[in-house]
């Protein structure tokens, strides 16, 4: 396909085909041929149906659950697209794996995130299309150009049009969070609040505190990634002892492991509102998850780049 006189072709591997599907629609571009294979001992293989020589390729691939094997699947295809002699690769993955090991938080850690960035690199990418990545720091990791996507007007769109008759509040739930929070509430105009809290132990959090008004409020809590969801439930408790008067909650990528949406459905939680960066089955789409689509503003976004025009014009509401 041709795109201003650029031959382009869009890719998808095994992550999140609908989201691809959604993609292709959005930006007119169709979904090309390739064949995710394994061999008997687990190793990955890809088989490319079509030509790419000399076009801009476009490969769509979430880094999640499995997240190893869907990260090993994106750095063979990229491989696989660079020998076919492909003119530039993309790679589009709206969840980026290991974004939380971005700093050596104690001795002896890794900087996982910095490590996935050089493997793309290594492996040929050309540039990276990522949403709401976990810090801002990770794009300093890449030497390569990378877009930082935000969903932040999206969700903002969907709060929006409930046309709440009470006073809202934006709850960061930690205090890492505070940027992302103040950006909802300037769309809503509203105020923020706080979650003051501490970690003992990886996926464990204790609230201690709660510093802003929140008493009388309809209560939004806006995080990046919902995981095992203790964070949340626990920050909506603390609210609801403080007097808020309806709890929702807000995230780009729901990792949702167990036990994720039992906590969730058991809490003072009305409605938990996800983006499709990653693909949830079907038993986790459970009645008080809202899942929004970010396909409409990746493919304008990948129409964007390829016309070498602005893509920050698509992050307003």
């Known amino acids: 396909m041709y795109i201003d006189q650029k031959k382009v072709k869009l890719f998808t591997l095994s992550s999140n085909p609908k989201l691809a599907e959604e993609i292709s629609e959005a930006s007119g571009i169709p979904l090309s041929k390739c064949e995710v294979k394994r061999f008997a001992d687990g190793e990955v293989s890809i088989d490319i149906a079509e030509t790419v020589r000399g076009h801009d390729v476009f490969v769509i691939q979430s880094t999640s659950n499995p997240v190893n094997e869907h990260l090993m699947e994106v750095l063979i295809m990229i491989d696989a697209l660079k020998r076919a002699s492909a003119k530039s690769v993309n790679l589009v993955m709206p969840y980026y794996g290991y974004s939380r090991q971005d700093r050596k938080a104690s001795s002896r850690q890794p900087i996982s ?34 877009d930082n996507f935000v969903a932040i007007p999206i969700i903002a769109h969907y709060f929006r049009r409930k046309n709440f008759t009470h006073e809202l509040v934006v709850v960061s739930p930690d205090h ?10 300037d769309f809503l105009n509203c105020p923020i609040a706080i979650i003051d809290k501490r970690r003992p132990r990886p996926n464990v959090s204790e609230v201690m505190n709660v510093i802003g008004e929140v008493e009388g409020k309809i209560a939004i809590i806006i995080d990046d990634i919902i995981d095992t969801g203790g964070s949340i439930v626990n920050a909506a408790s603390a609210l609801i002892e403080r007097g808020s008067l309806e709890i929702y909650a807000a995230c780009t990528h729901p990792v949702f492991t167990y036990p994720a949406n039992e906590r969730i459905e058991e809490s003072a939680i009305k409605e938990c509102i996800v983006t499709n960066t990653i693909c949830l089955p079907q038993e986790k789409l459970t009645p008080k998850i809202i899942q929004l689509s970010v396909g409409p503003l990746i493919g304008q976004g990948i129409i964007n780049i390829i016309r070498d025009e602005s893509i920050s014009i698509l992050f307003t509401p």
């Open 176 to 185: 890492g969070g505070v940027a992302r929070a103040r950006q909802l509430a």
């Open 113 to 146: 995130a910095k490590l996935v960035a050089d493997l793309l690199q290594a492996a040929g990418a050309s540039r990276i299309l990522a949403m709401d990545l976990h810090a801002a720091q990770i794009q300093g990791f890449f030497d390569i150009p990378i």
